[in-house]
């Protein structure tokens, strides 16, 4: 395990542990000044595999260890880049770079001199630059051969991702999986040592949507072939199957992520799971006939399941069976329903609908809309962040719909939305928004929309276009596209979404004067995926320009709840509840209409 070293320094980083399969307490068997992550041990041979930064001007480990004690008594946090990217979601990158390290297997001996076995780790991948990245890494069984994800910097500041095989005993590198115009991820070698399987993405254009695929190559390199390449879903996970005959993938579909057996020479996937659920963490036993995985949906946070693998292949989808979970699901404060409906040109459109018990023609709740990140999403799994409960709680129902550009339902429902934000997303949410208006139950007069992310472009798109909505959240949200092409953390795969023009067109911003409908912004300092200079643009021009600008006492409806020590998400605990707190408080002044005594209030510690 990895977890930080016994160390009185504050500044202690991770180690790596054993612990006694008889039970005892774990002690350190190996570490490095900078700490070691990524914990890789080969199945049958037990080489041990981590990944670890090493500073680019270190002639070896003393050396490095030398460099950074020199940085940290200097106080030096300044880094020194010569190429792209720079930031990564919410951390900066550098000035170390991703090492291998590899070492035998776990000590049982302790070496001269010493009072407990160690490891002596190995530098696996001495002077790799920046093709490590974030350090995706596999390790065969037999211990011999390392699957690394590089990257590789192109011109204009592009980068592709290619997969490298490294030799454990020599350190010798040699290409194995790199596509002209793809990307490659989430390799995983099969359990005999013959095949890797992985994710294919076909890069975008401006005007032609990424696409994804399974890619399966032999280990020792050769033709790369892919698997059911006609199936019109992205897988997010692959398992293989004990005996190397196929993989276990689950991908999004129809507001779900069932778990699907795709057998090396079959056509199309079949699928395995029929809950109203999503699949993760897949694993399978040695016989081949039970599938373990963690299943979430709207109903239940995640909890492990088993799955019947020997049944689902013989005789179809099968439901699968809880496990004894650490607690119990959650009581819900209401009901969920599936709704859809058909857009101006005849799309489907579908959405789960959170609505509270109390729902009914007598007592019409009043709805949220909620739009979903990505855009390459689906809104199909539990969510502590963005979880519809707490305000089904508060009487609210919560609409979550899956407009173009979400996965799950086809290539084409994707390439509907691409480079074309403010168009076919817009719409689906519009036309599926009318359906629910629209129901006995729902109280159309008494409307909000919500996202994050994406869902925070479209909620700023929503407020320049439309004035339906009594109030809009805004939360990470992107707002001047020219603005934020060349400054989020991976710009180059923003350059291959859309044209200059496209972006224009696209942008929020151009329609800052329609909005009359108050927002809260809501925006992380620490969010390098749309950096902060998207929320106090969108701010300033709302108290500048929009139709309810600051009056001359300088009062606006308009809320910006600003976190300087948060990122793209809100994680800390104390920030969650702020965030849920203020967020209710604005909604039930402006969605509800109550003010006074007994409404909800923003909290007084940020007053």
């Known amino acids: 395990a990895v977890r930080p070293a016994e160390s009185d320094d504050d500044d202690a980083h991770p180690a790596l542990h054993l612990l006694p399969r ?44 030398k460099l950074r004690k020199e940085r940290k008594d200097l106080k030096l946090g300044a880094i020194l880049h010569t190429g792209y990217p720079v930031r990564y979601w919410d951390h900066d990158l550098g000035p170390g770079d991703t090492h291998v390290f590899v070492a035998a297997a776990a000590p049982t001996t302790a070496p001269a001199g010493t009072a407990e076995p160690t490891l002596t780790l190995r530098d696996l991948t001495p002077h790799p630059g920046h093709a490590m990245g974030e350090g995706d890494v596999v390790i065969s069984p037999d211990g011999q051969t390392v699957v690394a994800g590089w990257e590789i910097a192109g011109a204009a500041g592009d980068t592709r991702a290619t997969l490298m095989a490294i030799d454990v005993a020599t350190g010798t590198r040699r290409p194995l999986v790199d596509l002209p115009e793809a990307d490659v991820w989430s390799q995983t070698i099969s359990p005999d040592g013959q095949w890797v399987a992985f994710v294919i993405e076909d890069q975008s254009t401006p005007h032609r949507a990424p696409d994804q695929t399974i890619g399966l190559v032999a280990l020792a390199g050769g033709q790369v072939r892919r698997l059911a390449a ?3 879903r992205w897988p997010a996970s692959l398992t293989w199957l004990p005996d190397s005959s196929g993989l ?30 999503a699949f993760s963490e897949v694993s399978v036993s040695p016989d081949g006939r039970t599938a373990y995985a963690l299943r979430a949906s709207y109903l239940a946070p995640a909890h492990p399941v088993r ?26 404060p209401g009901r969920l329903t599936e709704v859809e409906t058909t857009d101006a040109v005849g799309t489907r459109v579908r959405a789960w609908l959170a609505l509270p018990t109390s729902a009914s023609e007598q007592d019409p709740a009043p709805l949220l809309l909620w739009v979903h990140g990505g855009p390459l999403g689906s809104w199909n799994a539990w969510s502590w962040r963005w979880n519809p409960w707490l305000l089904v709680a508060r009487g609210y129902a919560v609409l979550l719909p899956d407009p173009a550009l979400s996965t799950g339902y086809g290539q084409e429902f994707i390439q509907r939305g691409w480079g074309a934000w403010g168009a076919g997303p817009y719409e689906d949410l519009m036309a599926i928004t009318d359906a629910v208006v629209a129901r006995a139950d729902i ?15 479209m909620a700023n798109w929503i407020a320049g276009h439309t004035d339906r909505f009594r109030a809009i959240v805004t939360h990470a949200s992107l707002w001047a596209l020219d603005q934020f092409g060349p400054t989020t953390d991976a710009a180059f795969y923003w350059q291959r979404e859309m044209t200059e ?4 067109e696209n942008s929020p911003h151009r329609f800052v004067e329609q909005i009359a409908t108050p927002m809260l912004v809501v925006h992380g300092d620490k969010d390098y995926r749309v950096p902060i200079g998207e929320g106090l643009r969108l701010w300033y021009e709302l108290l ?29 605990p104390q920030h969650a509840r702020i965030w849920y707190q203020v967020v209710e408080a604005f909604l039930a002044e402006h969605v509800l209409g109550l003010a006074g005594e007994g409404a909800p209030r923003y909290p007084r510690t940020l007053a």
């Open 230 to 232: 006609d199936w019109d």
């Open 307 to 332: 799955i019947d693998l020997a049944a689902a292949l013989a005789s179809g989808p099968v439901a699968a069976v809880p496990l004894p979970a650490p607690a119990p699901d959650p009581e819900l």
């Open 501 to 504: 023009q496209m972006a224009l």
């Open 22 to 65: 008889d039970g005892g307490e774990a002690r350190t068997i190996a570490s490095r000044t900078a700490g070691v992550s990524g914990l890789r041990v080969a199945r049958e041979a037990g080489t041990v595999l981590v990944t670890s930064e090493v500073l680019p001007g270190a002639r070896d480990e003393a050396d490095d260890e």
């Open 248 to 277: 276990l993938v689950v991908a999004d579909e129809d507001g779900r992520a069932p778990i699907f057996h795709l057998g090396l020479d079959d056509e199309i996937p079949t699928r395995l799971t029929s809950d109203d659920a």
């Open 443 to 457: 109280d159309e007069t008494r409307t909000g929309a919500m996202g994050g992310s994406f869902g925070g472009y």
């Open 544 to 572: 500048s320009r929009s139709q309810l600008a600051a009056d001359s006492e300088g009062r606006t409806p308009h809320r910006f709840l600003y976190f300087p020590d948060e990122n793209h998400w809100v994680l800390s």
